[in-house]
T-cell receptor, first 111, second 114 residues
């Protein structure tokens, strides 16, 4: 079983739609969680952190369910520029500095 | 300020040849990471350094791969001899100790081994 699992998609949605991505992680001791975004043929970039209380950044909302080992990302009022691959990322517990990346969910927002 | 710099951006080589990938991290960053990305396996951590010292190389696939960081502003990833299955995009990333989760990636080196 992979440490971080995501639905690869692709998700094709019309502009203005609301879309949600899910991610599960296998290590219950994992400490920190993030979403990264990777545009086609570009490098990944940090999108937002995921807190136990949930957090929102404009049209983006991230939530964490530690009991179910589940992370979600919600994008409201999607824009053409949101088209990208969204990577779910987990940092193990302890002193680990490395991150474990999911394989990503591909989103295409259609005009 | 310049971000993470990688060279070359593209490399095409023949099986059996030596390949050297280069990375210049963001000045002042404490950590440097090397990743490999393929469609089949996604983004995999190969090795990371803290203050130029290798900390975890458990992701290095085999002895054909080696990485060095001779100083705070330069790192190399070497594959010798290269094989077709090494074809991938290799990313270098760096981060600060205080925000280790925010890794800044370079543009990557797209390696094709024929």
């Amino acid at each position: 079983r992979k440490e971080v699992e995501q639905d690869p998609g692709p998700f094709n949605v019309p502009e203005g739609a609301t879309v949600a991505f899910n991610c599960t992680y296998s290590n219950s001791a994992s400490q920190s969680f993030f979403w990264y975004r990777q545009d086609c043929r570009k490098e990944p970039k940090l999108l937002m952190s995921v807190y136990s209380s949930g957090n929102e950044d404009g049209r983006f909302t991230a939530q964490l369910n530690r009991a179910s080992q589940y992370i979600s990302l919600l994008i409201r009022d999607s824009k053409l520029s949101d088209s990208a691959t969204y990577l779910c990322v987990v940092r193990p517990s302890g002193s680990a500095r490395q991150l474990t990346f999911g394989s990503g969910t591909q989103l295409t927002v259609l005009p | 300020d310049a971000g993470v710099i990688q060279s070359p951006r593209h490399e095409v080589t023949e099986m059996g040849q030596e390949v050297t990938l280069r990375c210049k991290p963001i000045s002042g960053h404490d950590y440097l990471f090397w990743y490999r990305q393929t469609m089949m396996r996604g983004l995999e951590l190969l090795i990371y350094f803290n203050n130029n010292v290798p900390i975890d190389d458990s992701g290095m696939p085999e002895d054909r791969f080696s990485a060095k960081m001779p100083n705070a502003s330069f790192s190399t990833l070497k594959i010798q001899p290269s094989e077709p299955r090494d074809s991938a995009v290799y990313f270098c990333a760096s981060s600060l100790e205080s925000r280790v989760h925010e890794q800044f990636f370079g543009p990557g080196t797209r390696l094709t081994v024929l």
